[in-house]
């Protein structure tokens, strides 16, 4: 890590990131490996407007020299319209073993190996690239092709990260996610957070203050076999709600499995319910229609969601490089309940802003775990 990352990173003290770091924040790449990949999703919702911006960083066989070695930007931006821009050279990915830190440089002025600038530099001379840090993310990718871009720089003070704010975080995946035994790997890094700041989408400027923001990452060789995702941190009358589900069939060692998670951040307590210490369902439709139920000793959760949009293709890392294997919409309507196991009900909220996502295959027919 560079000194001026570090000074960077130290000036934030007053605020309780420090308190809420999650497991897995850091780069998992070894230097040696050539056959991997880390991505990274950032979301920010803007309930006002009724919009969400999704940012998705990748980097691909970083050793190079791969026909599907480097790196990638897209993003999801208003109604769902798409912007990738790829970064083939490897050589100016940069990223932090320690903390989530990263960034990738296509066309700039600078001689100097790639790290983290100071925001105002960044800007004069990055002409194409991000960089994110756990306070500020920033960056600018424009599609020659058709001219449209994106340039976007805001401050993030986290809300949860995952688990309950008043323990250490934990591993999304458990305590055996620490060992190289699950493919792909899967974090939330912030399950709620605030955001300030402003994004250019295609010569408009959005800007907010506290705007609900969000940040995952996941690494390895390659996505699940077959996927389902479910996200919001922008209920209706709900500001202090967070709500991530996950499903997927991954790689275990030598087998495969199905599994599936639900974390729920409300009123300062975390609800977990997962493979270690739930039961967990979901009927989850080709496209249209997510359905899942969990249960654990003390509590249960009831979820709905659905579109009529037709959704946007997005790319995820494979062993071919990045395809269009994944659908996603930003704008889903969701329905969540949490009960006792009484059936005393906790939570009753709804929500037009979810992120809804189907990928991998076959989808020819429902997913059914019952």
């Known amino acids: 890590m560079s000194n001026l990352l570090k000074q960077y990173l130290s000036n934030d003290r007053s605020s309780n990131i420090n308190n809420l770091i999650t497991p897995h924040n850091g780069y998992h790449w070894d230097g040696i490996s050539s056959n991997f990949f880390e991505g990274w999703y950032f979301r920010l919702t803007l309930p006002n407007i009724g919009q969400t911006f999704a940012f998705m960083y990748s980097i691909a066989d970083p050793i190079g020299g791969q026909s599907n070695s480097g ?16 970064f083939p050279d490897v050589d100016k990915f940069w990223a932090s073993k320690n903390n989530l830190s990263l960034g990738h440089w296509g066309k700039t002025d600078l001689p100097i ?16 690239g991000y960089q994110v840090t756990p306070h500020l993310h920033q960056g600018y990718i424009h599609d020659p092709g058709n001219n449209n871009y994106c340039r976007w720089q805001y401050q993030v003070k986290p809300i949860y990260g995952w688990g309950n704010p008043q ?10 996610s620490y060992l190289p035994i699950f493919e792909p790997g899967w974090q939330i890094l912030m399950a709620h957070g605030l955001a300030t700041g402003w994004i250019n989408w295609q010569g408009k400027l959005y800007e907010f203050t ?10 390895g060789n390659s996505f699940p076999q077959k996927w389902f995702w ?13 709500l991530t589900v996950g499903g997927g069939i991954r790689k275990v060692l030598w087998w495969q499995e199905e599994v599936g998670l639900v974390g729920i951040h409300y009123q300062g307590k975390f609800y977990e319910f997962a493979p270690w210490n ?35 293709y997005v790319r995820t ?7 269009f294997n994944c659908r996603d919409t930003t704008k889903g309507k969701l329905e969540l309940q949490l009960q006792s196991r009484s ?12 992120g809804l996502e189907v990928g991998g295959s076959p989808w020819h027919e429902a997913w059914i775990v019952c």
């Open 167 to 176: 323990h250490p975080q934990q591993a999304t995946a458990g305590w055996l």
């Open 278 to 312: 739930s039961q967990v369902s979901w009927q989850i439709q080709p496209w249209g229609k997510w359905q899942m139920q969990a249960i654990d000793r003390d509590f249960k959760v009831i979820l709905t969601g659905t579109t009529n949009l037709p959704g946007t």
């Open 343 to 354: 059936g005393k009900t906790i939570l009753k909220a709804n929500t037009n802003l979810a």
């Open 71 to 86: 790196g990638a930007a897209q993003i999801l931006g208003i109604d769902e319209q798409y912007l990738c821009r790829t």
């Open 230 to 242: 479910i996200n919001c941190n922008s209920f209706i009358d709900e500001p202090d709600l967070a």
């Open 113 to 128: 190996t790639p790290q983290f600038l100071p925001p105002t530099k960044f800007k004069t001379h990055i002409q194409r």
């Open 210 to 219: 506290d705007a609900p923001a969000y940040s995952e990452k996941n690494w």
């Open 317 to 323: 890392p494979t062993a071919k490089g990045l395809v």
